[in-house]
């Protein structure tokens, strides 16, 4: 055993530990190029048969739409911008092979009617569940992906019709952007709505403070209620200047009456009288010659008898002036205080004039104001109703068709050429296993490995056969 060994060592066998039961590379490449024919042969046939297949299947064409999404979103009511959230494409992606975009689509063309579209339908009678069912058959015809690292989406739709694709393909790119709009439209419409409510209700405060208004001047008969304008300001004028008369004539009414009481005392205003100041100094000379006389002459004295009538004379023509003085000054004094009195009834009556007049014009402001105020907050609601009702007609939609749908002139063959590569890979791939099956059902020895490996035997020559 030793011996033997030592042997095949010597001869260049392969040592007994790198020797297994499976088949090497090349061992296999031995196989399959010696039946290569039949594996070409399967191949062929593989093809041949799938392009038979292809040839009797019937034409199918695809027709692309090519929509932009811009990278930020416009908001009509708040005039702002935001950018697009993490995974908006793909929702809308979503949205586009929804039953919300694809429904619609199946009504207007009438999918339901259509073999392709219903074949395998058995769902009874139900219009629904054939609705159903066609708009699945459009799916599996709808693809919709994502340009490569861009914002375009690319919507096709496969179609035995090529004016059918088309027409198709436009028409779910022209619903989803339909659907889109609405989505952003529908809340704007209900605020509008609710705003259209609102403005009913303060348009009727604008109109009551509006008749309170009118109902105020048609009463009061004041046509302007602005302040400073329904007479206020005259009969204020008119209060200070009669406050500043009666003062005055309070005024002379005290000058009068001290006027009076000086006459009556004999001084002051009386003194300044020349004649009363003649009477006085005449009583005086007089008085003074009847004291000396009274010295020397009888009370009886002729002389005595004269001076005592010139000095009755006298002073009677003395008080006689001072009572004319003393009446004129009492008619001063009464003058004056009628004339007061007058001033202070005068007064009173304008005093209330003015304040029912403020009072008036209180009133006036205080309804102005209220119709300032609803007409303002209805002005502020109108304006910002426009913009909602502006929001309502602008489309928001931050998709756009770039390009629609045209009507494809040829069929689409991409799917034949997948069913042939497939075709070739399975042939290829059948023939090459229906080979390793044939050989280890019956094997031959086409190489040195075969007779090192399985037979463990070693070769001592390897001739090459030149043909």
């Given at each position: ?88 494409i793909a929702t809308q992606i979503e949205f586009m092979r929804s039953p919300v975009t694809l429904l619609p689509v199946v009504d207007k063309f009438r999918l339901t009617e259509r073999k392709e579209y219903i074949a395998g339908y058995s769902g009874g009678s139900s219009p629904e ?157 007089a008085e003074g010659k009847m004291a000396e006389r009274r010295g020397v002459l009888g009370a009886r004295h002729p002389e005595i008898v004269a001076l005592q009538s010139e000095i009755d004379h006298a002073r009677q023509k003395l008080n006689s002036e001072i009572s004319t003085y ?142």
């Open positions: 055993m030793n011996q033997q060994v030592e042997r095949r060592q010597s001869l260049g066998a392969l040592p007994r530990e790198y020797v297994g039961a499976t088949l090497s590379i090349s061992q296999l490449w031995n196989i399959l190029w010696a039946r290569k024919l039949m594996i070409i042969g399967i191949t062929l046939a593989f093809a041949v048969a799938t392009v038979v297949i292809v040839k009797m299947m019937p034409k199918v064409y695809s027709a692309t739409a090519t929509l932009l999404v811009s990278s930020r979103v416009d908001d009509p009511m708040s005039g702002k911008e935001s950018g697009l959230d993490t995974g908006y569940g054939l609705r159903r069912w066609a708009m699945n058959n459009l799916y599996k015809n709808l693809k919709v992906q994502q340009g490569t690292g861009s914002l375009f989406i690319y919507v096709t739709v496969d179609d035995q019709n090529p004016q059918a694709a088309a027409q198709i393909a436009n028409a779910i790119t022209d619903t989803y952007i339909s659907e889109q709009e609405k989505r952003f439209l529908e809340p704007a419409k209900g605020r509008a709505v609710r705003y259209s409510e609102q403005l009913k209700g303060l348009k009727e405060k604008v109109d009551e403070a509006q008749a309170k208004v009118s109902a105020f001047r048609k009463k009061t008969g004041m046509a302007n209620l602005e302040p400073g304008t329904s007479g206020g300001d005259a009969n204020h004028l008119r209060l200070n200047d009669l406050q500043a008369r009666l003062t005055a004539a309070s005024q002379e009414r005290l000058n009068a009456e001290l006027r009076l009481r000086s006459i009556g005392r004999g001084d002051a205003t009386v003194l300044e009288s020349r004649l009363v100041q003649k009477l006085k100094s005449e009583l005086q000379v003393a009446d004129g000054a009492r008619a001063d004094v009464s003058a004056a205080r009628a004339v007061e009195a007058r001033l202070r009834d005068e007064l009173e009556k304008v005093e209330a004039q003015v304040l029912a007049s403020r009072t008036l014009q209180d009133d006036a402001s205080q309804l102005l104001r209220e119709l300032e105020s609803a007409t303002k907050i209805y002005e502020g609601a109108l304006d910002a109703f426009e913009t909602v009702q502006l929001g309502t007609e602008i489309s928001t939609s931050n998709v756009q068709i770039v390009d629609r749908a045209k009507t494809p002139l040829r069929p689409n063959s991409s799917k034949g050429k997948k069913l042939l590569a497939l075709a070739l890979i399975a042939g290829g791939g059948g023939g090459c296993g229906l080979a390793l099956l044939l050989e280890l059902l019956n094997r031959r020895i086409r190489s040195r490995e075969d007779m090192e490996r399985d037979l463990q035997l070693p070769v001592l020559v390897q001739l090459q056969v030149k043909a």
